[in-house]
């Protein structure tokens, strides 16, 4: 960062990335200082974030500028989860975004560190169970503890603490994320309402490949054999669409999804539930 007395220099790089602990201010110091500001939640591989920074430029508009947020969270890793191996590479990332075209420039990527013991950075979140771990956290309530919250205790609180640092430290009008993970948007939706955040939250559809597999950076851990068997996923959504289409009733939309998952080998069935996100 640069000193107090100084402003953050920034090139108008259209996908620069840059490591501060405050990337408004930042922001702020540039010549063509933002109206409106979007914010886009890319983490990941941002063959996704893509979309959601097309989305993020067109709310924008022209005088606007969009930051994406490139950070693999530690705090919404359980014990024996995938973090240290979870698919990151902020160079690549940062490529992709800046390769992406006219619809998509960025105007700062902020990739903040992750603090480990001897190191001496400006970190965003210690790892979970560190001596000097956050002590202040966002409790999710009771939107945490059911379906992905009761497979994953605690995710949902690590997911939460995160996005209000980030939007504390990047102030967007709008932020941006993916409807593929219904229930984290739920949660930020109810978190930015319960505590008054002055920000516009966003959805953008889930994005899938060609064969209907919803992007992700776990993806890259499927074997052929269990990539077809994920697809068993976006089959049963459709069952059940169709289902509802036909004038079905709840239980037969459940029914006709989960006979889907429930007939393809390699899958085991954690949850199929219909709900209403009001």
Known sequence: PAPADQPEQ??????HAVEVPRPRRALQHRPDAPRRHPHDRAVGRAQVGVELVRRARAEAGPDGQVVVTDFVNPLQFGPGEDYERYPRDVAA?????????????????FAPAVLRRGQQLSALVRPLGAADGPSARVTSGRIGTVLEGASRPGHFDGVLTV????????RPDVAVFG?????QLLAV????????????????????EADGLARSSRN?????AEH?????????????????AAGEGA????????????????????YVVLVDPA
Do not use: C, F, N, W
């Open 228 to 244: 077809e068997h994920a697809l068993a996923l976006s089959r049963a959504l459709r069952a059940g669409r169709d289902a509802a």
């Open 251 to 270: 239980p037969s939309v459940l029914a006709a999804a989960r006979g889907i998952l429930e007939a393809t080998d390699g899958v085991d069935v954690d």
């Open 220 to 224: 890259a851990y499927l074997t052929p």
């Open 93 to 109: 990332d940062v490529a992709l975004l800046a390769a992406a075209g006219p619809d998509a420039v960025v105007a700062v990527v």
């Open 189 to 208: 939706r109810r978190m930015v309402a319960d505590l008054d955040l002055d920000v516009e939250v966003l959805a953008v559809e889930t994005v899938r």
């Open 179 to 183: 409807a593929k993970d219904a229930q």
């Open 163 to 170: 996005v209000l640092k980030l939007l504390h430290l990047v």
């Open 10 to 15: 920034l090139e108008p790089d259209p996908a």
